[in-house]
């Protein structure tokens, strides 16, 4: 059974809005074991205000900034047998400009790779001055927030789950000051490309390098770089992943 949860303090701190482990930047859930206990809490930071067209309620309403009421999570798809979850707030409603979480929890009775998805959408408080839906909470649906989570069979083996992947593995020290080490994981040699962007999507920094099979490091110095939370992406060629660092004061 779920247990309840609290926010992850490291993305609260951060207070970047959003769902974590965030979909695009890492699309797995923490892996667990058949008939044994699992657990894993995804954070969920919600907008104070955002700016939206109004026409996707009604044709010709206006474009206008607007405040979130809250962000619901009604549901979860694909989860394994044995996994359930519960909510913090536990009406699964969580106010604008606050944080919550969701609990995974139990003990799976089956073993495999599921694709879980989030049920999410957020209540914006429509302005009394707007046309027909003046003074209203609309709900608006927030599309395409699924992981993978494998759940292993309970049988001993030697193989690490990740050394065939190319993946980021984590950026240390994050926040940081000067220099952060990137190691990422290679599944054969490759010519990897490493940008940095703002949160615009603006490529502020661009590199080349020359991965080995295994285990791989890139030192980024930050020098020059405004205090911040930037996003780094590392691509192979065939797949990209994205990760967020945090350059502190």
């Known amino acids: 059974k779920a247990q309840n949860c609290s926010p992850n303090p490291f993305f609260v701190a951060i207070g970047l809005p959003g769902v974590y482990p965030n979909p695009i930047q890492s699309s797995n859930l923490a892996s667990g074991t058949?008939?044994?206990?699992y657990s894993e809490t995804i954070t969920i930071i919600v907008l104070p205000d955002t700016t939206i067209d109004l026409s996707v309620f009604a044709p010709g309403l206006p474009t206008i900034n607007v405040e979130v009421a809250y962000q619901r999570v009604s549901g979860f798809t694909g989860l394994p047998a044995g996994i359930t979850y519960a909510c913090e707030p536990s009406n699964c409603?969580?106010?604008?400009d606050t944080s919550g979480c969701v609990g995974l929890g139990g003990t799976p009775t089956q073993a495999g790779e599921f694709t879980v998805g989030m049920t999410t959408e957020v209540g914006i408080a429509i302005?009394?001055?707007?046309?027909?839906?003046g003074g209203t909470v609309q709900s608006l649906p927030i599309p395409g927030i699924s992981w993978t989570l494998v759940i292993d069979s309970n049988t001993v083996s030697t193989a690490k789950p990740q050394e065939n992947a190319f993946g980021v593995v984590r950026n240390i020290p994050n926040p940081f000051q000067g220099n952060t080490t990137i190691t990422y994981q290679a599944p054969k040699p490759a010519q990897v490309q490493f940008e940095v962007l703002d949160l615009?999507?603006?490529?502020?920094?661009?590199?080349?390098?020359?991965?080995?099979t295994g285990e791989n490091t890139i030192v980024f110095d930050a020098a020059g770089y405004a205090p911040g939370i930037y996003l780094y992406t590392l691509s192979d060629g065939n797949k990209a992943v994205t990760n967020k660092m945090v350059i502190s004061k």
């Open 34 to 37: 058949q008939n044994v206990p």
């Open 93 to 96: 409603e969580v106010p604008g």
């Open 127 to 133: 302005p009394t001055s707007v046309p027909v839906i």
């Open 200 to 212: 615009t999507g603006h490529r502020l920094h661009q590199a080349n390098y020359r991965a080995q």
